[in-house]
């Protein structure tokens, strides 16, 4: 196949191959669950924007709030200062989130918050004189993009050729309808092996590994295997939170309170870029000392960010005075009504569900990422005004809150036609 002429843009875009993707579309504005290109075309925001934007584009309350904080304090340093954003935020956080998570520490993205999950599991071990390093971390995890969280996550194409820098972690089954007592015998095992720091795991819902749910019954199985071996447990509830899984957090469900829980994608509404790793006290008080050693090395130059922690704020009063709750039920009833239909449709497999996450694969030869059906169907989804950016045959509706259900109608009439224009 000839490589085509490159854009004359100098934008290196994220997870894009450029040379198969040599126009990018260009969106000048959102808002509610739209988003609006340069050529006047309107798209049904199917995804999310990656999964971020929870009541909606552009929500009045919380762009007012970022421009009443941005011209009150931009940005200041976090270490030995702080201000009332973070500090009510960060309450805020402890108060929502399950009991027991009393630790609140600023980051600026899921993978940091990962990252600093990792290192907050091992400091603590390392203070209190246990040589704990291993982690165990489930099949078909995501959890980012740097080595780190490439290293918990699932090994594939899209880490071959970092693979030598990545850390080695013990690796359990995914828990197939069917199969979990296979996943909660091989946890047990790994985390009765020598050494183990975390176990970590997407509560609920694998969400780049390929929309993959299993039962809160499991996650609370696997927590209590993890509490006798005395293996910290990491909720990756970077995808989760917020709403997304029906509960505020998916860990709600099945009950757990993890010792170390990551959140951000949704946490400023899908404005701005935040992210949290919240803690058990007896992690913050393992690094407690006036010993300069022990010390919670770890910093980024935006660490709580002002205007950051203004629109989070923002975000969970939204929670606290409307019924997000009850929309987001609405939104699961309604995929439920139009997953019925896919359902017995022979060119869908595995539809499925949780919160306000739908998703379903279609049926072919090849279903590796690599395989082209991707790329075809979000071309086409595109062609129909709808943002859908399936993971390989895999393709799955994140909608923003605010959704109506003749957006949902249109996006799963889409769906319904894409497979035959698609031509599997
Ligand atoms: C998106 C995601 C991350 C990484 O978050 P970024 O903000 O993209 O760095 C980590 N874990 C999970 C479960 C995610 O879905």
């Not at 980051?107 to 209190?128: C, F, N, P, Q």
Request: glycine share 8%; charged share 20%.
């Amino acid at each position: 196949m000839q490589i085509p002429a490159k854009s004359s843009s100098p934008i290196w875009h994220p997870f894009t191959q450029h040379a198969l993707l040599p126009k990018m579309t260009a969106v000048a504005s959102a808002q509610n669950a739209y988003l609006y290109t340069i050529d006047g075309r309107r798209l049904i925001d199917g995804i999310a924007s990656w999964w971020v934007i929870t009541h909606g584009h552009c929500h009045a309350r919380i762009v007012r709030a970022i421009s009443e904080q941005a011209q009150r304090l931009d940005q200041v340093i976090f270490a030995g200062h702080t201000h009332e954003p973070a500090e009510r935020l960060a309450r805020k956080l402890v108060e929502l989130t399950p009991k027991g998570l009393d630790y609140v520490f600023f980051s600026d993205s899921g993978s940091t918050s990962v990252e600093v999950a990792l290192k907050m599991a091992l400091g603590y071990w390392r203070h209190i004189g246990e040589a704990r390093q291993r982690i165990v971390a489930l099949e078909h995890g995501y959890h980012g993009d740097t080595i780190g969280t490439m290293s918990v996550g699932a090994r594939g194409v899209f880490n071959a050729p970092y693979e030598p820098l990545l850390f080695e972690v013990d690796r359990v089954p995914f828990p197939h309808v069917g199969r979990e007592q296979a996943t909660l015998d091989a946890l047990d095992a790994a985390c009765g092996r020598s050494a183990v720091a975390a176990f970590i795991v997407e509560p609920l819902i694998l969400g780049a590994g390929g929309m993959l749910m299993y039962a809160p019954r499991v996650l609370k199985e696997m927590k209590l295997i993890c509490e006798r071996h005395r293996v910290l447990f990491i909720a990756d509830e970077v995808m989760t939170a917020w709403g997304r899984t029906g509960t505020l957090f998916a860990s709600e469900q099945a009950k757990v309170v993890p010792d170390i829980a990551c959140y951000a994608k949704g946490i400023t509404g899908g404005t701005l870029p935040l992210a949290v790793t919240m803690c058990r006290a007896e992690i913050f008080d393992a690094h407690y000392s006036t010993d300069r050693r022990r010390t919670f090395f770890h910093s980024s130059s935006y660490t709580a960010n002002p205007i950051a922690c203004a629109a989070a704020n923002a975000n969970l009063e939204l929670w606290e005075e409307e019924p997000v709750l009850e929309r987001i039920a609405r939104i699961g009833t309604y995929h439920e009504r139009r997953l019925l239909g896919l359902r017995e449709d022979a060119r869908f497999a595995n539809v499925r569900r949780t919160g306000t996450i739908a998703a379903v694969d279609i049926r072919v030869p090849d279903n590796g990422y690599l395989a082209d059906i991707g790329p075809r169907l979000y071309e086409f989804f595109g062609e129909r005004g709808v943002l859908l950016r399936p993971l390989g045959n895999t393709i799955y509706i994140l909608p923003p809150y605010c959704v109506t259900t003749e957006d949902l109608d249109a996006i799963y009439d889409a769906i319904g036609d894409a497979v035959d224009v698609v031509g599997v």
